[in-house]
Nanobody, 123 residues
């Protein structure tokens, strides 16, 4: 059983930056592909970014390419999401997920989730 705890969310102005962290415990972190997803009010959870077990491969949703960067530190059992040039449409609760073995963009295939952290971008 893997436990995930996100942190780093908050209120930021348009154009600002935030760095989200997701700390994992209870499992072999390096065995899991990790992903960041977000959910805005009234909308479904959507894919943001994913990273492979070793960190060599990353995927991004088109609207965040060039602005967001996913990374991981397997020695610290932590995955990060650096978010730059934030826009009001990035406002959502951000969740990290762990998928046993591989990375992916389908939330339904993730095995474990954190509780989420709120990101609010003011215009």
């Amino acid at each position: 059983q893997v436990q995930l705890v996100e942190s780093g969310g908050g209120l930021v102005q348009t154009g600002g930056s935030l760095r989200l962290s997701c700390a994992a415990s209870g499992g072999s972190f390096s065995n899991y592909g990790m992903g960041w997803f977000r959910q805005a009010p009234g909308k479904e959870r959507e894919f943001v970014a994913a990273i492979s077990r070793g960190g060599a491969t990353t995927y991004y949703e088109d609207s965040v390419k060039g602005r967001f960067t996913i990374s991981r530190d397997n020695a610290k059992n932590t995955v990060y999401l650096q978010m730059n040039t934030l826009k009001p449409e990035d406002t959502a609760v951000y969740y990290c997920g762990a998928r046993n073995g591989v990375l992916g963009m389908d939330a339904r295939r993730y095995d474990y989730w954190g509780q989420g952290t709120q990101v609010t971008v003011s215009s």
